[in-house]
DNA sequence: ATGGACAATGTTTTT
DNA sequence: CATTGTCCAT
């Protein structure tokens, strides 16, 4: 297979550069992910390089799927020791394997945004400091933003007084986190950092095994990545990034577009190609990008072109205040529907804040149209499913003490704030974690501690600690699901989380939708199912194929495309953002945002802002957005401004492509039914013997070949419908 | 120790 | 307004 072939000029460039670093500006939609999984194809099929020692770094494990998915098409099975996941995963697997150079062992658990914080209010109470004062969601940023930056408790600058107190919880943080042997997200990359820049042997290791080394979404990177990609790649110098700063809407997040222009610096010789044929919009959709785009400052202009064609003007719409302007929008994407112009699932409605989400569901619901949300409310941040994970985790690593706080009392077991305060203060003069202690309290019945504590007290924790003991004695030889269920038993976690309310029920079937989870990691085991759940994000979970509209927020729409987009809120306060207006830096991310919206679009856009916006409970006069004032008159059609009264919503049939379904859950398009065969990941060919819509989800009851009887979300088993 | 009532408080984006 | 924390009665 020529790996050229149906590529253009550039493109082709790009695949076949030769070695040495190369900077890809890929303008969006201009095939960025098509060259980059070509390219490895080409270093493999033609360069005859060993999958081995490639490395490919994306930032989400959607993109790394897919790009694994298409790498194997165009080779067949050829790919492999090929090295490709995210960051995080990669750092990650790095580390464990590394671990005997580092402070913690290989069986760390991985703390996410959550845990963090209540690792930092653990702190702030050990340092007597005021939460009030000193919140901890800020206090977290601040570390975070350090660690992005490679700065250590040490290097932390201090200025003010404030400082001084950051940079002492960072570094009691950070101690925390060691004894809990455990890492947050922002310390896998900041270890590997540290471990290739101050460890020779092990740079060298892994710099000479990288031949190549590929990263995606480079304008995202922070320091810590830019770091660690320059020690990997130190030996070859084949350091092949693709990016677009025009993107780049991650900076609050550590993210420096700057270091497109570093790569720059630091690797002269560094061939730059230009994507700037785009094979997603028409070119009036690109037209508004670019207008809106070339006011930012700093920036390489691109010249976005396509053979798409002119396309139609872009709409703008002035709604009277924001629940017009989800009315709207529903009865837009009705009439388009009716009108036979557009399927339902052709449509993306976009926002700048989640909480933004909420009036758009409540006209869906109102019209009863179905609809798909992503985000929101995370499924791993539920905190039923939360309890569950941090049992998993304590089992684990009994060491973990934001899951052992977690827990220790949920269900209530007579186990309160002071008995707990009594047994970390044991503890820690022993030296040894809570969960240690709890565990050497069973082992040896008659230890002094126990004494030292009332009799209810110490009763209480030693049932806890002999149920934790008998749960590690099995961890090894029981898959997750079935210690999974082990617990729930003995704790009987269904009597404290379902009290028989429409709630309860929910929070019991996310339960079991965790269950469903972890049956794929069967023979896996509990640390790669850990693993998985530490490190999955929303962006992943992101199904485009859907039959309904997608909603969802800007920053969530990066990296898909859709052919109709409205972008709503689009006042100022909202997109920018307020919290940006002082900062000339964040108004331009701000920017960016919005030209990231645009340009998902593939045939039509609607921007819609209103005249009033409901902050609060109260309703506020807004401004539209000053982002506005750029998009030029020529490109838009504006419809005539009749809907302060609202026309009645498109009630006809015609428009209801799906019947409603019960209750208040957003509906789902039904998209299996009894007798279609099937393929899972795990358990293989299947036949579908019922489904029906729950919650929001499909609930399916598969017969397996291999397995028998099994009961699957759609959602979250990956599915293949076998013809 | 527990659970409920009330008050305060704070609102961006998330690997 | 919706979540989170605090206080108070059991």
Redesign the pocket.
């Known amino acids: 297979m020529n790996l050229l072939e149906g590529l253009n000029p550039q493109q082709q460039q790009a695949v076949s550069a030769g070695t040495g670093p190369i900077l890809v500006l890929a303008g969006p939609g201009s095939g960025k992910t098509r060259v980059l999984t070509h390219r490895i194809a080409y270093l493999i099929g033609v360069l005859g390089v060993r999958p081995y020692n490639i490395l490919a770094v994306t930032?989400?494990n959607k993109a790394a799927r897919e790009m694994e998915q298409r790498v194997v098409h165009l080779l067949g099975e050829n790919t492999r020791g090929l090295m490709l996941g995210?960051?995080?995963a990669t750092c990650a697997r790095l580390l464990r394997r590394e671990a005997e150079h580092l402070p913690f062992d290989s069986s760390f658990v991985i703390y996410?945004?959550d845990d963090q914080v209540s690792l930092v209010k653990t702190a702030l109470r050990e340092l007597n400091l005021d939460?009030?004062q000193y919140?901890p969601?800020g206090i977290h940023a601040l570390i975070s933003n350090a660690k992005n930056e490679l700065i250590l408790p040490d290097d932390y600058p201090v200025q003010t007084y404030r400082d001084e107190v950051v940079s002492r919880v960072y570094r009691r943080y950070q101690e925390l986190l060691l004894a809990s042997n455990a890492l947050d997200?922002d310390d896998l990359l900041l270890w590997t950092a540290l471990l290739l820049e101050q460890n020779p042997a092990v740079r060298e290791r892994y710099a000479r095994r990288f031949e190549h080394v590929l990263v995606d979404e480079f304008q995202d990177t922070n320091q810590a990545q830019y770091s660690l990609l320059k020690h990997l790649a130190s030996f070859h110098r084949n350091l092949y990034v693709v990016g677009d700063t025009d993107q780049s809407i991650y900076g609050?997040?550590g993210a420096d577009y700057r270091n497109v222009l570093r790569f720059q610096k630091d690797f002269d010789d560094a061939q730059v190609i230009l994507l700037e044929q785009n094979y997603r919009s028409v070119q009036s959709i690109l037209d508004v990008a670019t207008a809106v785009i070339d006011r930012n400052p700093y920036r390489t202009p691109k010249r976005l072109f396509t053979e798409r064609g002119a396309g139609q003007k872009i709409t703008l719409y002035e709604a009277y205040d924001d629940r017009n302007e989800a009315e709207y929008v529903v009865e837009t994407i009705a009439a388009l529907v009716a009108r036979g112009q557009s399927r339902p699932g052709d449509f993306a409605v976009m926002y700048?804040?989640?909480?933004q989400s909420r009036l758009l569901e409540e006209a869906f619901l109102r019209n009863n149209l179905p609809y798909r949300l992503v985000?929101a409310q995370r499924f791993y941040g539920r905190r039923e499913v939360k309890d569950v994970i941090a049992y998993l985790r304590l089992v684990h690593n009994p060491s973990d003490e934001v899951s052992l706080t977690r827990v220790i009392?949920t269900p209530?077991?007579?186990?309160?704030?002071?008995?707990y305060l009594e047994l970390r203060t044991e503890a820690q003069k022993l030296r040894l974690s809570s969960g240690a202690l709890l565990l050497k309290m069973v082992e040896k019945p008659g230890l002094p501690q126990l004494k030292a504590m009332g009799r209810r007290?110490a009763d209480a924790l030693s049932k806890f600690g002999e149920m934790l003991a008998r749960w590690r004695a099995v961890k090894d030889e029981t898959s997750p699901l079935e210690l999974i269920d082990r617990i729930l038993l003995e704790v009987d976690y269904r009597a404290y989380i379902d009290d028989g309310t429409e709630e309860g029920r929910d929070r019991w079937e996310n339960v079991q939708e965790l269950r469903r989870l972890a049956s794929e990691y069967q023979e896996q085991g509990l640390t790669p199912f850990l693993e998985q759940l530490a490190l999955v994000?929303?962006?992943d979970t992101v199904e485009t194929n859907g039959n309904a509209p997608t909603l969802l927020?800007l920053?969530?729409a990066k990296g898909l495309e859709f052919p109709v987009v409205f972008i709503v809120g689009l006042n100022d306060g909202t997109l920018p953002?307020a919290?940006?207006f002082d900062d000339p830096d964040?108004m331009a991310e701000e920017r960016r945002l919005l030209y990231v919206g645009i340009t998902r679009a593939k045939d039509r856009l609607f921007l819609v802002y209103s005249q009033f916006r409901s902050?609060?409970?109260y309703q506020e006069a807004v401004e539209p957005s000053r982002f506005l004032e750029d998009v030029p008159e020529a490109l838009v059609d504006s419809p005539q401004l009749s809907r302060s009264r609202p026309t009645s919503p498109y009630a006809s049939d015609a428009v209801r492509w799906q019947a409603p379904g019960r209750g208040s859950a957003p509906v789902v398009q039904q998209r299996y039914h009894p007798g279609m065969h099937v393929r899972h990941p795990v358990w293989e060919d299947g036949m579908v013997l019922n489904s029906r819509i729950q919650d929001d989800d499909e609930i399916l009851d598969i017969f397996f070949e291999k397995v028998g009887l099994k009961r699957v979300a759609a959602s979250l088993a990956r599915l293949e419908i076998r013809q």
Do not use: L, P, V, Y
């Not at 700048?352 to 909480?355: G, L």
């Open positions: 930032f989400t995210t960051f995080h996410d945004a939460e009030k919140r969601q997200f609050w997040r700048r804040t989640n909480a985000g009392n209530a077991r007579g186990i309160g704030n002071k008995t007290a994000s929303d962006q927020t920053h969530a953002h919290r940006s964040a902050q609060f409970g």
